[in-house]
């Protein structure tokens, strides 16, 4: 299927999975994200589905869309459990404590 810049399918393309021009870009969807596409054809053209959904993916990276490292990870877990504590008991005590029931 290949999505013509107006929005208009061209059913001229048997392909296994979906192509779509833009610009002088093409994108190939597999089936079940050209099922999807079909499915959102009442939210508008296709361009538009596709740029929301870019958005929304952009807007859920973290912030800066970087990711942190190990050890990165390990030193803010440490600095939230900086005054935090299990009000004087141990660990081996709130297991048993979980026993009794």
Not at 14 to 35: G, I, K, Q, Y
Not at 54 to 62: K, N
Request: glycine share 8%; proline share 9%.
């Amino acid at each position: 299927m290949k999505i013509c810049p107006i929005g208009r399918i061209d059913p001229r393309l048997p392909v296994p999975a979906a192509r779509a021009t833009f610009r002088d870009m093409t994108v190939t969807l597999t089936p079940h994200a050209e099922e999807l596409l079909h499915r959102l054809a009442h939210a508008g053209p296709p361009e538009e589905i596709v740029e929301r959904a870019l958005e929304r993916l952009v807007a859920d990276e973290p912030a800066g869309g970087k990711r942190m490292t190990p050890k990165e990870a390990v030193e803010r877990i440490r600095e939230l459990r900086k005054g935090l504590s299990l009000g004087g008991l141990s660990i081996k005590e709130l297991v048993n404590e979980g026993r009794k029931y």
